[in-house]
């Protein structure tokens, strides 16, 4: 799994992930999560596109970093998802708690 | 339960309400996030309803953990896909609570441990006894693993049996053999002698070298000790031409063992230091045994009055020696055993029955001299003399005018041999003193011994009552061989054939 970050002139983020996310680097991409929460840019975007699987740990993290960025007025929307992980955060119901978008200029407009 | 695409919880029935402690009704407006993720423990669970997604054609089986807020459960889960007429559903997930299962399972699994674990005691234990159990005897090696103060230091004085056994001449036979072969003799000896020991309830205190220091009544305490420490010489005498065929086979010299017997009060127990303990006797009982032993010759036993009092009846000895050994107060009495009865039947010949001598048409040239405690070098000292009569293992030497100092029963004696060029065989040669006696006396003499002198006979009539007798220049001693090198062996061979 690899995780780059982009910020934009607008002050969101974009947090690109690219890879598998299982139980073995859930940790490391919530303490990139925490990095960028804590730099305080809240009104974030995850490029979803490189990604074919996340597990129940890595779904965890995602709600872990909305929950933290959601009481001060942020945001973690997903965009570019492959369609198993698009089921998956249907079942799961993470398609009514984030946004879903299908393009990154989708994602960012109005963050 | 069944979970939609919609993140709905669509079908929860009664079951799933009880196991996952979870209300119907506390579903309706809920997603399945909002329930499932509460806990970190439920990612296997829910892993697996992910799993039927992730691949949705074959049926996904686990056991998993579930906190219910309340528990930690073990639910064995089974996922799979539902399509309906080609329409994505949602995934089924059917479950059942098998924490007592699993607590079973776990409980059986921790009884499996403890049986390990103590098939690895039993096994250390085992190993204890192994590695031990070679050189001391079930009984000590029992009595350490079992009493927890087995390992305490200090003894207790208790009458018991003690016996000694040393290889006769072995220490200069070794020093001409490479030691692999010092090695392999001892090791199949003392195997041997291990088993025969410990057959009798012998307690192996001991291997010093070729020397075994047995204890019979102790740690275990057996009244009849000085009968099973009998018994157990005779039997290991009479293995001696089994350990020496092998030696014959592997082409390693033939060797003898001298037994001494003793009974008497000792301190027994733990004794050393608290690093380095040893179960083990002290006193002068250990030492007098030592002594005894040292008045034989190989194949002999000797034992003291004290041990042939205890066995009594049924004891069958051959001659009687008067002898004083050294840090001993007075002249004590030992007797040779050639036999037990009591059910053992067991008999060996004794020292007379070897002691029919060829008379040398030509005696063979001899220097001598009496060897003092374990010094036994130079060659000063050494004396003329000659072998007039000879056997296999004895032979009887005619002493020319300088032995003024005189030598006695039980002296050792190293001999330098001319051989038939006339020139001194380069190597020594060492015998025991059996008796002494004048000028042709010996070879042809009666043996005065009772075959059977029995534990509490008179000790006046002696066999040997040259023990402490003056033996003057001229005069004559039977000796044994203890140690003869292959050279010298050869020419007494030829020599006895004439």
């Known amino acids: 799994m690899d995780v780059t970050t982009q910020n934009l002139e607008s002050g969101a983020c974009i947090v690109r992930i690219s890879g598998r996310i299982d139980a073995s680097n859930a940790g490391q991409l919530d303490a990139r999560f925490n990095e960028v929460i804590s730099s305080g840019r809240t009104r974030l975007a995850a490029d979803m596109s490189g990604v074919v699987y996340i597990s129940s740990g890595g779904l965890r993290v995602l709600l872990a970093a909305i929950k933290k960025v959601k009481p001060s007025g942020g945001d973690l929307r997903l965009f570019g998802l492959d369609p198993n992980v698009m089921k998956i955060l249907q079942l799961s119901g993470f398609t009514k708690i984030f946004s879903t978008h299908a393009t990154e200029a989708e994602a960012a407009a109005g963050l | ?498």
């Not at chain 2, 007592?100 to 009884?111: G, I, N, P, Y």
């Not at chain 2, 309830?201 to 305490?221: H, N």
């Not at chain 2, 002249?331 to 029955?353: C, H, M, N, Q, W």
């Open chain 2, 1 to 498: 339960m069944t979970v939609d695409f919609d993140g709905r919880i669509i079908t929860f029935n009664p079951a799933a309400e009880s196991i996952l402690e979870i209300n119907e009704s506390d579903l309706i407006n809920q997603n399945y996030a909002e329930v499932f993720f509460q806990y970190e423990e439920n990612d296997e669970f829910n892993q697996t309803i992910f799993d039927a997604i992730y691949e949705s054609a074959i049926r996904h089986n686990a056991v998993v953990s579930f906190n219910t807020g309340r528990v930690l459960k073990s639910l064995a889960l089974t996922t799979t896909y539902l399509q309906d007429k080609g329409k994505d559903i949602g995934v089924i997930a059917v479950f059942s609570d098998i924490t007592e299962l699993t607590e079973l399972r776990d409980s059986l699994k921790a009884m499996e441990k403890i049986q390990r674990l103590n098939a690895e005691l039993e096994k250390r234990n085992e190993f204890i006894k192994e590695t031990f159990g070679r050189y001391l005897s079930d009984d000590i090696v029992k009595n350490l693993i079992e009493t927890p103060g087995g390992l305490k230091l200090g003894g207790k004085k208790q009458r018991i049996t003690i016996m000694m056994t040393d290889l006769r001449g072995f220490t200069s036979m070794s020093e001409k053999l490479q030691p692999e072969a010092v090695v392999s003799i001892l090791n199949n000896y003392l195997g041997e002698m291990t088993e025969i020991i410990l057959k009798h309830g012998g307690t192996i205190d001991e291997f010093i070298g070729d020397a075994i220091l047995v204890l019979f009544g102790a740690p275990v305490w057996k009244p009849l000790h000085a009968e099973y420490a009998v018994a157990c010489a005779l039997e290991m005498q009479i293995a001696m031409p089994c350990v020496n065929r092998w030696n014959k086979q592997m082409g390693l010299p033939e060797i003898e063992m001298g037994i001494g017997i003793h009974t008497g009060d000792v301190v027994i127990g733990n004794i050393g230091s608290k690093k380095r303990t040893k179960y083990g006797v002290v006193g002068k009982t250990v030492n007098l045994t030592s002594r005894i032993e040292s008045y034989t010759t190989g194949g002999q036993i000797f034992i003291s009055r004290q041990t042939a009092d205890e066995v009594g009846e049924g004891l069958v000895t051959g001659a009687r020696h008067e002898v004083h050994p050294k840090g001993v107060d007075r002249p004590i009495t030992i007797f040779e055993v050639t036999g037990i009865e009591r059910g053992y039947g067991l008999s060996i010949d004794s020292e007379e029955a070897g002691r029919r001598l060829v008379t040398l048409k030509k005696p063979i040239s001899v220097r001598m001299a009496v060897v003092e405690g374990k010094d036994v070098g130079g060659q000063e000292g050494m004396l003329k003399a000659e072998i007039t009569a000879l056997s296999k293992h004895q032979a009887e030497v005619g002493m020319g005018d300088g032995f003024q100092a005189g030598v006695k029963a039980f002296d050792n004696v190293r001999m330098r041999i001319m051989g038939a060029d006339g020139s001194e065989i380069d190597d020594d040669v060492y015998a025991k003193v059996l008796e002494t006696g004048r000028a042709g006396t010996l070879a042809d003499a009666n043996t005065s011994a009772d075959a059977n002198a029995g534990a509490n006979a008179d000790t006046s009539a002696d066999a040997s009552a040259g023990a402490n007798a003056d033996a003057n220049a001229g005069a004559n001693v039977r000796i044994k061989f203890t140690s003869v090198p292959e050279a010298v062996r050869g020419f007494l061979d030829g020599a006895m054939e004439g």
